[in-house]
C-alpha cells in the first residue's frame, strides 16, 4: 500500500477529533488551574499566550503518552496513521519534535476558539499541496503515513 | 416643518481636503474639559459662543469628516482654526476648522480613543490630554501631533478609561471602571476583584499622585460555579464619567456605577466628594443600595449575581451651580431617570424629581446641563426599553427643564414615538445649552435646538444620511449618543453614529457654521454652497 494512500481524509478526520479534544483538555486544565480565571490573565490586554500555552497543555495531556508510544494522537491512532520522519518513514520522530515544535501549532485549535481560526487554516491548507505536509509537519521534518 | 436644503459646492466630490498648514493655531482652546467647563455645567458663555436662541437656525453644515470606527465616543476641543477630535480606529486628529482637512494625526493614543480632548495651556505651548479606554492616558503636543508622555494607573489590574479625564492647574484627574464588567460574561473567569476609583495624575510627567478606590475593603472568595471557578467580591462601583470640581471647596464630584458582584457596598449607585489635593473622601450619597448586576446577566452566565440589581448607574456627570438664590448644590442624574439636588458640603439631599422611567441604559445617560442665570436644569431622556424598568410607567423622551431651586418641570418637550422610526428617539446623548437655548441629539439621529423659555424645538436637523466626506471615507449618519454635541465659537461640531449596546452605528463628524449670509427660510432647495439646515 502507498503511504498517502486515502491518507487525506483520514488525516482531516483526525485532526477534526484531536480539534475537540485538545480544547475540551485545555479547557478542563483552565479550570482547575484557574490561570484565566482572574485578572492578572487579561492584563495589558495580551491573554494570549496563557491562552496558546493552554492549547499546548491541553495537546500534551490528549496525546503525550501515544506521542511518547507509538507516533499518534488519539485522532491519528482512531484513524490509523503516525507521525514518522520525513527523511525516514520507518523511524519515529524523536519525542522533543512532536510535543516541542508540533504541539505549539496544536495550540492553535484552542487558538481558534477565541477568535484566531485563521491560525488554524494557515496551518492546515498546506495539507493539500501534492505532499501532503501541513506546516507543523514542515516546521517538525515529519510527514503523516498510513500504519502498517 | 424645517427647510433642509442640500448645497453641494463645498463639500469636495473628488479628492482630500487640503490644508495650508500642518501647524495648528494654539489659540483659544475651548472647551475646559467634557463639563465644558469643570464645573460640569455643560453651559457655554456668550464669551465663548455667538450662537444662540436667536441665531441657531442659521447654522449650516461646513463640512463633514469620516471616522473610522462606526462607533465613535470621543468630545472635540477647538482652537481658532483647528478641532482636535480621537477618532475612533485611527487616534488623535487635528483637523482645520476652514476645511476638514488634516493637518497631523497621532496613532500613538490607540485605536480606542474614548474620551473629551483636554487642553493644558503653558506660556508657549498647548498640551492634548486624551483617553483610550484600554490603553490609559496620553498628552500630546497640540502643535506637532507628537506623543510627550503616556500613563497608566497601576492600582487597578484591568482598568477601563472610559470617562473623560479632567484637567485643574497641574493635576489631571482620571475616572477609572474596569474592563471586568466585560469579563464577566465569560462563564471561565471568576468575577470580579476591581474598584473603581478616582485617580490624580502630574499633568507634566503622568506619575500618579494618588488614587481613591471606591471600594476600601479587600475582595474575598463568596463562592464557586463550574465547581472550580471562585467568585469574589465586593466589586465594582466604577467611575464611568467625569469628575466635576468645585474651586471654592477643593472639592470633586463624581458619580459611581453598580456593585459588579455581591456584598453590594455603600459606594456604588452614588455620588462622590473628593478632597481634589489628596483624594481623602468627604461624603458619599448612595441613591440605589443593593445594585449587584455584570454583563454575565445579559448572556445569563453564571457569574451574573443571584440577587440582580437593575444597574442604575450615575453615568452623567455632577453638576455644581449656584442657583438664582444664591444657594450651590450638586445636580445629578442616574439611569433610574431620576435627577437628585445636594448641598456640597454634606451630600445632604435637597430635592428630587423624577421626569424619566429609566432603563439600563437611561432615564438620564450621559449628562445634564445648567443655565445658572436663568435657573434651568436641563434633563434629556432617554427612557430606551432596556433592561428593567417599571412597566407601569410610560417611557418619556424627550427634554426636560427643571428650575433648579426646587426640581418643579418648568416645561417638557417630548419627543414623538411612532412606527417607522429610524430608532428610539430618546436623548441619551450628553446635552449643551447657550444663551436662551438647549442643544441635543437623539438616537433617532436628530440634532434638536430648544427654546430656553418654553422648550419650543427652533432648530433641527436630521442626521440620518450618507454624506460626502473631506477624508473621502463614507460618512454615514445615524444614532447620536455618547457626548453629544459642542457648542464654540460660531460652529457646532456633532459625532452622528453610535454602535454601542443596541443604538444604530455610524461615523459622521458634522461641522456646523453660522452663515455669513443667512439662507432665507424658502430658498429653492439646492441654492447654496453647503449641506443646510434653516430653522423650523
Not at chain 2, 416643518?1 to 463639500?11: E, N, R, S
Not at chain 2, 441665531?55 to 476641543?77: E, I, M
Request: charged content about 15%.
Amino acid at each position: 500500500m502507498r503511504p498517502h494512500q486515502g491518507l487525506l481524509g483520514r488525516r482531516l478526520l483526525a485532526a477534526l477529533i484531536d480539534f475537540f479534544l485538545v480544547p475540551t483538555a485545555a479547557m478542563m486544565i483552565m479550570l482547575v488551574t484557574g490561570v484565566m480565571e482572574g485578572p492578572e490573565a487579561y492584563a495589558n490586554g495580551v491573554p494570549w499566550l496563557r491562552i496558546l500555552l493552554l492549547g499546548v497543555a491541553g495537546y500534551v495531556l490528549t496525546n503525550g503518552w501515544l506521542l511518547w508510544r507509538r507516533g499518534q494522537t488519539v485522532g491519528k491512532w482512531l484513524l490509523d496513521i503516525k507521525i514518522v520522519q520525513m527523511d525516514d518513514p520507518d523511524a519515529r520522530p524523536p519525542l522533543w519534535k512532536l510535543v516541542g515544535v508540533r504541539a505549539l501549532f496544536f495550540g492553535f485549535p484552542h487558538a481558534a476558539l477565541i477568535g484566531s481560526w485563521y491560525l488554524v487554516l494557515l496551518d492546515v491548507l498546506p495539507i493539500f499541496w501534492s505532499s501532503r505536509r501541513c506546516l507543523h509537519d514542515v516546521a517538525a521534518g515529519t510527514q503523516v503515513v498510513r500504519r502498517g | 416643518m424645517g427647510l433642509v436644503v442640500l448645497f453641494t459646492a463645498l463639500l469636495p466630490t473628488q479628492g482630500l481636503a487640503q490644508c495650508a498648514s500642518d501647524k495648528p493655531s494654539l489659540l483659544g482652546a475651548f472647551p475646559k474639559g467634557w463639563g465644558i467647563d469643570p464645573t460640569g455645567s455643560r453651559f457655554v458663555n456668550p464669551q465663548h459662543t455667538q450662537i444662540n436662541a436667536g441665531n441657531v437656525g442659521q447654522l449650516q453644515l461646513k463640512w463633514v469628516y469620516g471616522f473610522a470606527s462606526d462607533t465613535q465616543r470621543s468630545f472635540p476641543l477647538v482652537t481658532e482654526d483647528t478641532v482636535f477630535i480621537g477618532d475612533a480606529g485611527l487616534g488623535l486628529v487635528a483637523l482645520d476648522r476652514a476645511n476638514g482637512c488634516e493637518r497631523w494625526r497621532n496613532t500613538d493614543v490607540g485605536a480606542d480613543v474614548a474620551s473629551a480632548v483636554l487642553a493644558r495651556e503653558t506660556d508657549d505651548a498647548l498640551m492634548l490630554v486624551i483617553a483610550s479606554r484600554e490603553g490609559g492616558i496620553s498628552a500630546v503636543d497640540a502643535l506637532s501631533g507628537r506623543t510627550l508622555w503616556e500613563a497608566e494607573v497601576e492600582d487597578e489590574p484591568v482598568p477601563w478609561y472610559s470617562g473623560s479625564p479632567l484637567v485643574v492647574g497641574d493635576q489631571i484627574f482620571v475616572p477609572i471602571s474596569s474592563q471586568e464588567i466585560a469579563l464577566s460574561m465569560n462563564p471561565f473567569y471568576g468575577c470580579c476583584k476591581s474598584s473603581g476609583g478616582m485617580a490624580a495624575l502630574d499633568a507634566d510627567t503622568g506619575e500618579q499622585l494618588w488614587y481613591a478606590p471606591t471600594i476600601k475593603e479587600e475582595p474575598k472568595v463568596t463562592g464557586r460555579h463550574l465547581v472550580f471557578v471562585e467568585k469574589w467580591g465586593p466589586s465594582g462601583a466604577p467611575v464611568w464619567s467625569a469628575p466635576s470640581f468645585d474651586a471654592a471647596r477643593g472639592l470633586l464630584f463624581f458619580g459611581t456605577g453598580e456593585n459588579y458582584t455581591a456584598p453590594a457596598t455603600e459606594t456604588s449607585d452614588a455620588i462622590i466628594a473628593l478632597d481634589a489635593g489628596t483624594g481623602e473622601r468627604r461624603w458619599v450619597r448612595q441613591f440605589t443600595a443593593n445594585d449587584t448586576f455584570n454583563m454575565g446577566c445579559v448572556i445569563g452566565g453564571p457569574n451574573c449575581p443571584e440577587d440582580a440589581g437593575p444597574d442604575l448607574d450615575f453615568g452623567a456627570p455632577p453638576i455644581i451651580a449656584t442657583t438664582p438664590s444664591g444657594r450651590d448644590l450638586v445636580f445629578a442624574g442616574q439611569k433610574s431617570g431620576a435627577v437628585y439636588a445636594m448641598d456640597p458640603d454634606t451630600g445632604d439631599l435637597v430635592w428630587s424629581a423624577r421626569p424619566g422611567r429609566g432603563g439600563y441604559l437611561g432615564g438620564i445617560h450621559w449628562g445634564m446641563a445648567a443655565d445658572a442665570k436663568r435657573g434651568i436644569l436641563y434633563v434629556p431622556i432617554s427612557d430606551l426599553p432596556a433592561g428593567p424598568y417599571p412597566e407601569n410607567i410610560p417611557g418619556a423622551p424627550g427634554m426636560f427643564a427643571l428650575d433648579m431651586e426646587d426640581g418643579t418641570i418648568l416645561w417638557h418637550t417630548p419627543r414623538p414615538v411612532f412606527d417607522g422610526q429610524f430608532f428610539w428617539p430618546g436623548l441619551s446623548a450628553g446635552i449643551v445649552a447657550a444663551e436662551g437655548m438647549v442643544l441635543a441629539g437623539g438616537l433617532d439621529g436628530m440634532i434638536l435646538a430648544y427654546r430656553a423659555t418654553d422648550g419650543e424645538v427652533i432648530w433641527s436637523f436630521d442626521s440620518t444620511r450618507t454624506f460626502g466626506s473631506v477624508n473621502g471615507v463614507k460618512a454615514q449618519g445615524a444614532s447620536i449618543d455618547s457626548h453629544g454635541p459642542l457648542i464654540a465659537g460660531d460652529a457646532v461640531i456633532v459625532s452622528s453614529g453610535y454602535g454601542g449596546l443596541q443604538m444604530k452605528g455610524g461615523n459622521a463628524l458634522l461641522y456646523f457654521e453660522l452663515a455669513s449670509n443667512p439662507v432665507p427660510a424658502d430658498a429653492p432647495a439646492n441654492a447654496g454652497a453647503a449641506v443646510t439646515a434653516a430653522g423650523q
